[in-house]
């Protein structure tokens, strides 16, 4: 029992002084960590190479030429919105080490290799928790390249690229490949090639982001279990490109006045595109190859095509939709029938059937190939005429008669009201 009573104490004397020892070690590491301080006329990358890792670099406002090699955890700061400009070449800052943080600076003038991928900021594998906040990113080729990093912050930044370059001349805004765990968050992306570009990428969130003026706002494939929620794309060729994906959430996101797609959905299965707005485009849902996916709630509504659906496209679960003055609402290719709304059904606003029990349901089902959808595409200026009395009996007439019937897509429940009650507001975004 005393020996027992020795080795009990001596334990616990060593787990104190174990603990005090660690307690120590982390107040001089506070206390060492220290702020250097860049005027202007000073090299910043003086000062990195001055630092020891967890200092902070202040720079002061001022115009700053360098190309900055980050190689040790470091606080970046900007005092007044300092510009840091890499002269053309190469990467105006390279960041090499984990746990780098970048804030409240301009960068700006990247090089232009394209092969080398010269970026305003690039984050090279192995770079992880690295945080880019509040900054502008302007005239560089690619905004952000990051690469083989996990939990990497890129929030509330305005990036612009070369707009005096050709459009496949240009980077993109934010380049994601083999990353796990990034926030892309709040920024404001225009004039690359793309806005976010994400490849073999998962477990991210891209959140309250406004894309503007690129080909794709969000060019994405081979990227699983992501969320995309309450981003704005706009006035680009395609809004969001979803594809070769799985196990995604695509809610609430805004995608108006593009030139071709709001949204692609190609080869994806198992997501849910839930509560978006898609208004304005050339075709406003682009259905490829999509299979065990959720569409609920969505606003589709003053497109040229509200919906393309093709390449064997089933088993989706199409519930809740309001497809409104859409020119043509689906346009549909393929050999048999596909329900949609088989549960509670979606509204269609030039469906012409009847509610005589009042209980907000069609009486007879909606289809929306029908001859006279087959006539606007082979005469598209009968377009001038959908909604005549004229069509909307042709209309009528065709449902008795299955010999005119194509293949379509067939709710079964087509609500007599739209779900959405601001519909109004979506109308006329195309883009001029």
Known sequence: MPALKHFSAG?????????????????????????????PGDSISAAVARAKPGDTVAIERGRYQDNLRIDKPLKLVGIDRPTISGGLAGDTIRIVSPDVSVEGLIVTDSGDNLTEQNAGIYIQPGSDRAAIKHCDIAYSLFGLWIEGVKDVQVIGNRITGKRDHASAQRGNGIQLYNTTGAQIIGNEISFARDGIYVDVSYHAIFRGNKIHDVRYGTHYMNSHFNTWEDNESYHNRNGLALMMTRNLIVRNNRTWGNSDVGIMLRTIQDSVIEGNVVAGNRRGFFIYDAEYNALHNNLIIDNDVGAHVWAGSIHNEVEGNDFIRNREQVRYVAAKDVPWGVKTGNYWSNYVGWDRDGNGIGDVPYEANDVVDRLVWRLPVVKLLLNSPAIQTLRLIAQQFPLLRSPSIVDGKPHMQPTHSNWSQWIGKQSN
């Open 11 to 39: 334990l616990a004397l060593a787990v104190r002084t174990t603990a005090l020892l660690f307690a120590s070690l982390l107040v001089a590491g506070v206390a060492a960590a220290a702020e250097i301080r860049v005027h």
